[in-house]
């Protein structure tokens, strides 16, 4: 879960280098570094551990110049996120960086020993530097060197490399971990995603698995794993650079939030027409695929399966199909019965989470009647993979805890359901449900109306070591990630029940000091909520109710009520949702954590 820049140019790199590593910081902040080739043809490496920034001021401090190099930011897995375990690595007269990782490491290792090349890091990437290093000095031909180390390597990687025998190229290895090149004039680039291109180059291509590349500034030649030169398609890219950017807002998670307001907007005008949702918007002829559905299969990883999870309450609400919400990391493991009739969906917002890649590429070998991805990216390659495909467009979500993509996702999904929704035998489901989706813009204007009183109860969390949150139906899922939001970025534990499950072990863990947060859209399910919350109260629980029921409480009851606005069942998820992403932003600016880059975390799962 790392990001690899890399600039080949008639000018010095070293700017550029650090421009586009800024803008892949996301993926990965414990350490960051560059190589470049030097005007004498030397190699000169600079690392540091922590953020782009602290690498800035080394680089000027280095005084390294040159026209082509590569760049890295890491998230450790193999090795701590110390300076020594830094990319990029070196061996002799190459210098990679790469995300990804390497299976056969130790083995590979134990070849290079015996072979006398000594390792330095505790990390499986420095096994590439050495083998790469090890080719170039038997074949001296990049390509050829290339070749012979992606057939050692097993495992994923995107590999950016530099060879002082070539001072003017970029080697570039792509297998199971996503890696393009950008097309510019009198220079060209590889990116771990299109965000560090988006000022640089409109035209890029998209490297395949197992191909390798040799880079120019002025040409790009892309081989198979055979050698048999490849001709790649040139695509232009559709992202905006002005989306990048945080405006007027302290964090990107902030702005995120209220993004959601315009997304929800410019989905109900783009998919909904004069007389309804629009005709196949998840793809060619997709309309009639879905209306033979009998079962569906979701598949994702953490928000996204959030989303998934409500989603199979929606759809079994008011159709007969038979839904499953899997976790990707689960799925992609286990023996899997697909009935006939049966759709694959896949959920992401980057399109790069590697464990829904698996699925999915799983999922294409087991006979389902096609794979439908919903993704925010659409140089992707989980779209790439799919049959069908909905883009959610909600821009570029920078900051690590997914707010926008959510939210996003779980529009698609009620697009999803009202076309589903027209199998069933209930009278006009699907009105309802675009009823319900049209109000939605007003009564989110009213639900961030709220963000005071919730400023106010976030003071409450800054001490606490735990918290609860409670739902029941459709909100149990979004209890679910009001309890990730909070625990990812203000470092709080935090679990989601279905309130019914509270007696069954977690009424243990209540006393005066456990905040409980129910959930509670004034539904068919509200009352038992209540009878749930009722026990908390009387073991002293710190109980917070999001509700537009009235209730009436006692003057010397302590619980405190947030009201919300009234809302329809289908669209209360998204509702709810807000509120809870507010109070986990809160309580983090309370504990002052690092909001937009939580510790530990990356936003592109790119590695198992």
């Known amino acids: 879960m790392c990001g690899i820049f890399g600039v080949v140019s008639s000018q010095q790199v070293q700017s550029s280098l650090i421009d586009g590593l800024s803008k892949l910081e996301y993926r990965g902040y414990d350490s960051a570094g560059l190589s470049i080739l030097t005007a004498n043809n030397k190699i000169k490496r600079v690392r540091c551990v922590g953020k782009v920034k602290n690498l800035k001021s080394l680089l000027v401090k280095s005084k390294s110049r040159g026209v082509c190099g590569i760049a890295h930011t890491r998230w450790a897995t193999h090795g701590e996120p110390i300076l020594k375990n830094s990319h990029p690595h070196n061996s002799k007269c190459v210098s990679i960086a790469h995300n990804g990782i390497i299976e056969n490491a130790d083995e590979l290792k134990k070849f290079l020993l015996k072979k006398k ?23 001296n031909d990049a390509t050829k060197a290339l070749i012979a180390v992606t057939k050692k390597l097993q495992g994923s990687y995107a590999i950016g490399g530099i060879c002082d025998k070539w001072p003017g190229t970029l080697l570039v290895a792509c297998n199971g971990s996503p890696l393009l090149i950008g097309i510019g004039n009198d220079e060209n680039y590889i990116s771990s995603d299109m965000h560090a291109l988006s000022n640089k180059s409109e035209k890029f291509i998209l490297l395949s698995d197992m191909e390798i590349a040799t880079i120019t500034k002025d040409t790009v030649d892309v081989f198979s794993q055979s050698g048999k030169k490849l001709k790649k398609t040139i695509s232009n890219s559709t992202k905006s650079n002005i989306e990048i950017s945080k ?44 209306l033979k559905t009998k079962h569906i299969h979701f598949v994702a990883c953490g928000t996204s399966y959030n989303a998934a999870l409500i989603a199979k309450y929606w759809i079994e609400d008011v159709t007969d199909i038979v839904c499953t919400a899997e976790i990707a990391s689960e799925y992609r493991y286990r023996t899997v019965n697909v009935p006939k009739g049966t759709l ?32 925010n990216v659409p140089e992707s390659s989980l779209t790439r993979l799919s049959d069908l495909v909905y883009l959610t467009h909600a821009g570029p979500e920078i900051s690590v805890a997914s707010t926008k993509a959510f939210t996003s996702q779980l529009v698609a999904l009620l697009f999803m359901t009202m076309v589903l929704s027209r199998t069933s035998s209930l009278k006009n489901i699907e009105k309802t449900i675009l009823k319900q989706l049209k109000s939605l813009p007003s009564i989110l204007k009213r639900t961030f109306s709220l963000e005071k009183i919730i400023k106010t109860i976030a003071k409450n969390f800054k001490n606490k070591k735990h918290t609860l949150f409670l739902g029941r139906g459709a909100s149990y899922p979004i209890a679910l990630e009001a309890a990730l939001k909070l625990k990812e970025i203000t470092y709080i534990h935090a679990e989601g029940y279905a309130a019914g499950e509270l007696k069954h072990g977690p009424l243990a863990l209540v006393d005066k000091n456990l905040p409980v947060v129910g959930l509670m859209p004034d539904n068919n399910l509200v009352n038992q909520v209540l009878s749930n919350l009722a026990e908390v109260k009387a073991r002293q629980g710190l109980v917070y109710i999001f509700t537009n029921k009235k209730l009436k409480n006692s003057k010397t009851d302590k619980t405190k009520v947030v009201s919300m606005p009234s809302c329809g069942h289908f669209v209360s998820p998204i509702v709810y949702v807000i509120p809870m992403q507010l109070l986990a932003y809160y309580v983090a600016i309370e504990k002052k954590t690092n909001i937009d880059q939580p510790r530990n975390l990356a936003k592109s799962v790119t590695v198992e």
Not at 124 to 132: K, M, N, R, T, Y
Not at 270 to 283: C, D, E, H, S
Not at 345 to 363: C, L, P, R
């Open 117 to 139: 090349y000594k390792f330095t890091s505790d990390t499986d990437s420095e096994v590439i530097a050495h083998l790469l290093n090890y080719f170039v000095v038997y074949h």
């Open 344 to 375: 694959f969906v896949a959920i992401s917002q980057s399109g790069e989470t590697a464990d829904t890649i698996y699925s999915a590429k799983k999922a294409k070998t087991r006979g389902y009647s096609s794979l439908l991805s919903i993704c």
């Open 247 to 290: 405006g007027t807002y302290k964090h990107f998670m902030r702005k995120e939030i209220y993004e959601q307001y315009d997304i929800v907007v410019n989905a109900i005008k783009n998919k909904i027409g004069a007389y309804g949702l629009l005709p196949n918007i998840f793809g060619p002829n997709s309309d009639k695929l879905l």
